[in-house]
C-alpha cells in the first residue's frame, strides 16, 4: 500500500537521524530489583493483584493543614534535551520493548512468549490502536508489563502544533488509564523524532522519554534469522531493543524472532526487565 511504502520510508530517512542522536547520550534507568534505594516499588508482579495500592503512609504523612510545613507537589521528570537511550545499573538486564500496538493478532502471540518464558517487556502503544483492543492493555497490566505512551495516530511530531502534539500524547494517556490502570510513565516518540516541545510536554504529563539501543529493524521485513542476529549481537548489559507488535505489516518475523532469541538471552544469563524510574 501506498501508505505502508511512505511510512517505511520516512522511517528509513529517520532511523539515521535517530542513531545519529543516540551518540554520546547516557542512561538514566535504574534496573533489576533492590539496586536502589530510590526505588519506591519493583514493577508489579504478574496476576490479578498486580496494580499496586497506593501506599497509604505516605499520605498519612502529609499535613492536612496550613500548620504543617509546605506540602510537597509530586515530582515531575525534568525537561529532558535528549531522550534516555539505555538502562543504567549493574547486572545484565535488558528491556525489550514493543511498539505501535496493540494488535489484535500479534500481540497475543508475543505475549503468550512473555508469559511461557515468565518475562515482563514494555509496550508503547498508540492511543488509536489502544481504543480498538483495550482488553490486550488490560492483559498487560495483569501480567505485569509496562505500557507507555506512543501518540495516537503516530505521527511525525515534529511537523505538528504544540496543541496538536498535546493532543496526540493527553488522548493516548487517557485511553491508557482506562483500560490499563494507571497512566504511563514513559512515552516514545514515533519514528523517534524527538524536539523540546515533545520533551516539555512528557514532562508536563509526568512521563520520561525513552528510546532504544538495539533497532531490531523488524520493520524492515528483514527475516526471522536476521531480526534474530541483530538483537543477538547487540545483546548487552543496560541494552533497550526496539521491536514492533503492529504497523501494518505482517509481525510474525517479529514473534517468531522473539521465541528464538529470548530463550537464548536467558540461557546467556541476562534478566529482561521493565524502566524503572528513579523517584516515583
Ligand atoms: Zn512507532
Redesign the pocket.
Known amino acids: 500500500m501506498q501508505k505502508d511504502q511512505l511510512f517505511t520510508r520516512r522511517r528509513a530517512l529517520l532511523a539515521g537521524a535517530a542513531a545519529v542522536g543516540a551518540v554520546g547520550t547516557t542512561g538514566l534507568l535504574l534496573s533489576g530489583p533492590g539496586q536502589s534505594a530510590h526505588v519506591r516499588h519493583a514493577a508489579p508482579a504478574p496476576g490479578p493483584q498486580a496494580r499496586p495500592a497506593p501506599n497509604s503512609s505516605v499520605y498519612r504523612l502529609q499535613p492536612l493543614t496550613g500548620d504543617g510545613p509546605p506540602r510537597v507537589a509530586p515530582a515531575r521528570p525534568p525537561v529532558r534535551r535528549e531522550p534516555i537511550l539505555r538502562m543504567s545499573g549493574r547486572g545484565r538486564h535488558m528491556l525489550l520493548t514493543f511498539?505501535?500496538g496493540p494488535d489484535p493478532e500479534y500481540t497475543p502471540l508475543i505475549l503468550d512468549t512473555l508469559a511461557l518464558y515468565d518475562v515482563r517487556a514494555t509496550f508503547?502503544v498508540?492511543g488509536g490502536m489502544a481504543e480498538r483492543s483495550p482488553h490486550l492493555l488490560s492483559r498487560m497490566a495483569d501480567e505485569g508489563h509496562v505500557v507507555g505512551n506512543?501518540t495516537w495516530s503516530?505521527p511525525l511530531l515534529t511537523q505538528l502544533r504544540r496543541a496538536q502534539i498535546r493532543s496526540e500524547m493527553e488522548r493516548t494517556c487517557e485511553v491508557i488509564e482506562e483500560a490499563y490502570g494507571e497512566r504511563p510513565r514513559w512515552f516514545?516518540a514515533?519514528?523517534g523524532a524527538w524536539n523540546r516541545a515533545v520533551f516539555q510536554l512528557g514532562s508536563e504529563l509526568d512521563m520520561e522519554p525513552l528510546a532504544w539501543t538495539v533497532d531490531s529493524l523488524d520493520w524492515t521485513d528483514p527475516g526471522t534469522s536476521a531480526i534474530v542476529d541483530t538483537v543477538e549481537h547487540g545483546a548487552a548489559p543496560g541494552v533497550v531493543v526496539l521491536s514492533?507488535d503492529a504497523?501494518g505489516y505482517d509481525r510474525m518475523q517479529t514473534v517468531k524472532a522473539l521465541r528464538r532469541y529470548l530463550p537464548q538471552l536467558l540461557d546467556d544469563g541476562y534478566h529482561l526487565t521493565v524502566p524503572r524510574r528513579a523517584s516515583v
Open positions: 511498539d505501535d508503547f498508540c506512543h503516530h516514545r514515533p519514528y514492533h504497523g
